[in-house]
């Protein structure tokens, strides 16, 4: 069985601070971890992914997270967030048959 | 080239009717999710779809929820007899080839059960 846990669920900044969203997961298989945004009244994108390799992964909108195996987290981090960054962001452990999701965090940006 | 499509974008029934919402995948992708999204939740795993076979269908509340994919393409997803509770915005998403690749989402369709 897996679990992804946001321990957030809303995380307020000011424009062009850093941000680090958490997510903590627990999977008895292989792991393959995600992270989505959705945009308001749009569908969800992909930001970013880990299958293997390097821990640090870079996405798109200059996002990036790490995988740290031992605290089974994969935490998200923007070193500048914008206003178009308000979204809510879920994180996602993979298996064969499908995604399962975080409850999501809601990212407001305060100018 | 066109993403996911979902329709209807937005499905008002009344309690114990039948609805189908249809998902049609980027072409090529033989892989096909369905999610459910309740409010304030991430979403949750429905059903898995390889090709024209349901995969895993473990997510599937109950059975008054059947989804099909007859061609290996488009996909539909059936609801008999709703109840208020199954009120969600229902999300399809395909890949090529299933995990790990990346999945597309569509855009959803909000079911609101009256």
């Known amino acids: 069985a897996q679990s992804v846990t946001q321990l957030d669920s809303q995380v307020p900044v000011f424009e062009e601070a850093p941000v680090e969203l958490r997510c903590n997961y627990s999977s008895s298989v292989s792991v393959y971890l995600f992270w989505y945004v959705q945009y308001p009244n749009q569908g969800l994108q992909l930001l970013l992914k880990y299958l293997s390799g390097s821990t640090l992964v870079k996405g798109i909108n200059g996002f990036e997270a790490e995988f740290n195996k031992s605290q089974t987290s994969f935490h998200l981090r923007k070193p500048s967030v914008h206003i178009s960054d308000t979204a809510e962001y879920f994180c996602?452990?993979?298996?064969?048959?499908?995604?399962?999701f975080g409850k999501g965090t809601h990212l407001i940006i305060q100018p | 080239g066109a993403g996911v499509s979902q329709t209807p974008s937005n499905k008002v029934t009344e309690k114990g009717k039948y609805v189908e919402l249809r998902c049609d995948p980027i072409s090529g992708h033989t892989a096909l999710y369905w999610y459910r999204q309740s409010l304030g939740q991430g979403p949750e795993f429905l059903i898995y779809f390889q090709g024209t076979g349901a995969a895993d269908d473990s997510g599937l509340p109950n059975d008054r929820f059947f989804a099909v994919r007859p061609e290996g393409s488009v996909s539909t997803l059936k609801i008999q007899r709703t109840e208020r509770g199954d009120s969600a915005v229902y999300l399809c998403a395909s890949s090529y080839a299933g995990t790990p690749n990346e999945q597309f989402f569509g855009p959803g369709t909000r079911l609101t059960v009256l």
């Open positions: 996602a452990v993979g298996s064969a048959d499908g995604l399962t």
